[in-house]
């Protein structure tokens, strides 16, 4: 039901920093939400997740420097990237699935489009 829109990417040298935004169609506060990357002939990578009322986690990968953040009141899920890698290359794509006790479903109910960054070395 919830449409989403990814943006944001581009390309930047390693060390440099991007903002991803994914803007949704409906209130994210209903939402779980996450950002999840993927490499082609790669399995996708979730890494940062959004719960509906719990905090942000991370994968080891990313953790220290990806932030998820969201703005109910834009309905914007945002992912700031600093210190960007060349191994960051990757698609992002914004992904909102639903809840059932306390825990966020798979799969997603709606995925952006996806949103490319490219670091260079």
């Known amino acids: 039901q919830v449409q989403v829109v990814d943006s944001g990417g581009g390309s930047v040298q390693a060390g440099g920093s991007l903002r991803l935004s994914c803007v949704a169609s409906g209130n994210i506060d209903s939402y779980c939400m996450g950002w999840y990357r993927q490499v082609p002939g790669n399995e996708r990578e979730g890494i940062a997740t959004f719960p509906q009322d719990g905090s942000a986690r991370y994968a080891d990968s990313v953790k220290g420097r990806f932030t998820i953040s969201k703005d109910g009141a834009k309905n914007s899920l945002y992912l700031q990237m600093i210190n960007l890698k060349p191994e960051d290359t990757a698609m992002y794509s914004c992904?909102?699935?639903?809840?059932?006790?306390?825990?966020?479903?798979?799969?997603?109910?709606?995925w952006g489009q996806g949103t490319q960054v490219t670091v260079s070395s």
């Open positions: 992904a909102v699935y639903s809840h059932s006790w306390g825990k966020c479903t798979w799969p997603p109910i709606q």
